[in-house]
């Protein structure tokens, strides 16, 4: 299995710049596309899509969240943080069965 | 609006079954894969099993696999779980989710508690 590697936590300032990486044990990109993909989850809420193939923002995601990397490095950004933007953040990757995700990253206010 | 919502979820003891429903709406069913992903109280998010548009392919994680059954009826736009012989650990929300290789719509999620 693909193991995709997040920090717990992260603190940041709002206003800020905050940048959540994930690091796969494997490659998960192809000669065509960067199969790694970000979540937002609040509590109590159901997980959204953000970010599809490494950068490309899903739909009614403000500008603000960007995503970027490839083969085993990948990094979410969120400039600047708002309040609302406090959640758990995952990555997925689907190069290869089984989908596996990261274990999370929790973004809090400084 | 796409709109994904799940039903069927509750208590059941271990070694009984349970099966999960998926109302589709809001796009054409019979287009897309469509995916179960679970997450246990306080945990991380797991992907459970996927089921191609027309239903001709499906693909289980290893836990699961022989016990749970995905399936779909694209002329009700319905997504199924059917899980037997449960077990505590898949004590979870179930959501229902549309999968191009990514999970973009999702639902509310269903709880589903296996415990005597």
């Known amino acids: 299995d693909i193991v995709l590697t997040q920090s717990p936590a992260l603190a940041v300032s709002l206003g800020q710049r905050a940048t959540i990486s994930c690091r796969a044990s494997?490659?998960?990109?192809?000669?065509?596309?960067?199969?790694m993909h970000w979540y937002q989850q609040k509590p109590g809420e159901q997980p959204k899509l953000l970010i599809y193939?490494?950068?490309n923002l899903a739909s009614g995601i403000p500008v603000r969240f960007s995503g970027s990397g490839s083969g085993t490095d990948f990094t979410l950004t969120i400039n600047p943080v708002q309040a609302d933007d406090i959640a758990t953040y995952y990555c997925?990757?689907?190069?290869?069965?089984?989908?596996?995700f990261g274990s999370g990253t929790k973004l809090e206010i400084k | 609006e796409v709109q994904l919502v799940e039903s069927g979820g509750g208590l059941v003891q271990p070694g009984r079954s349970m099966k999960l429903s998926c109302a589709a709406s809001?796009?054409?069913?019979?287009?897309?894969?469509m995916a179960w992903v679970r997450q246990a109280p306080t945990k991380g998010l797991e992907w459970v099993a996927t089921?191609?548009?027309?239903?001709?392919?499906?693909y289980y994680r290893d836990s699961v696999k022989g016990r749970f059954t995905i399936s779909r009826d694209n002329a009700k736009s319905t997504l199924y779980l059917q899980m037997n012989s449960l077990r505590s650990e898949d004590t979870a929300t179930y959501y229902c989710?549309?999968?191009?290789?990514?999970?973009?719509?999702w639902g509310q999620g269903v709880m589903v508690t296996v415990s005597s």
């Open positions: 989710t549309r999968e191009p290789h990514y999970f973009d719509y």
């Open positions: 193939d490494a950068s």
């Open positions: 809001g796009f054409t069913f019979s287009n897309y894969g």
């Open positions: 997925q990757q689907s190069r290869e069965l089984p989908i596996t």
């Open positions: 089921i191609s548009y027309d239903g001709s392919s499906t």
């Open positions: 494997q490659s998960v990109s192809t000669s065509s596309y960067n199969l």
